[in-house]
């Protein structure tokens, strides 16, 4: 099956906007999750206020999509293209967090997160410069 790079960025989006989204309800599950101690663990409280957490269990739902995106993606792409493209990530998390969780973000963070788009800049220009080479089958 062969995947157009149009129908792969909107793959790409789409996983990356749901981890983004499973993230942001992950911890806004965890903090209303009773903090973890030793006792909590051997009578299995923590776990079970984790688990019947429903912002938690959709926020994993929503990683579980985002899973089930990446290895789409990579039964149809290049690892070497698409693993360093899931790197938007690291934009789309923090931004979510800055959003929705009120998380402040340090200006050494967003440096950071500046490296990581020019990389990912490279990344899809290289493969752009890898697919105009033609074949040399002889």
Not at 47 to 62: E, H
Not at 98 to 104: A, H, K, P, Q, R
């Amino acid at each position: 099956m062969s995947f157009s790079r149009k129908k792969i960025w909107l793959l790409l989006l789409t996983g990356l906007v749901s981890e983004a989204v499973g993230f942001v309800l992950i911890k806004k599950g965890l903090v209303q999750v009773p903090v973890f101690t030793t006792s909590s663990m051997t009578s299995f409280t923590f776990l079970y206020s984790i688990v019947k957490n429903p912002q938690v269990l959709l926020g994993t739902a929503f990683e579980a999509l985002h899973f089930g995106v990446l290895m789409e993606l990579l039964s149809v792409s290049d690892v070497s293209y698409i693993i360093p493209l899931t790197s938007i990530g690291y934009i789309l998390t923090p931004i979510s967090a800055l959003l929705f969780l009120s998380e402040g973000i340090p200006p050494v963070r967003w440096a950071g997160i500046f490296f990581v788009c020019a990389g990912v800049m490279l990344v899809s220009f290289s493969d752009r410069q890898h697919r105009k080479k033609p074949d040399l089958v002889t």
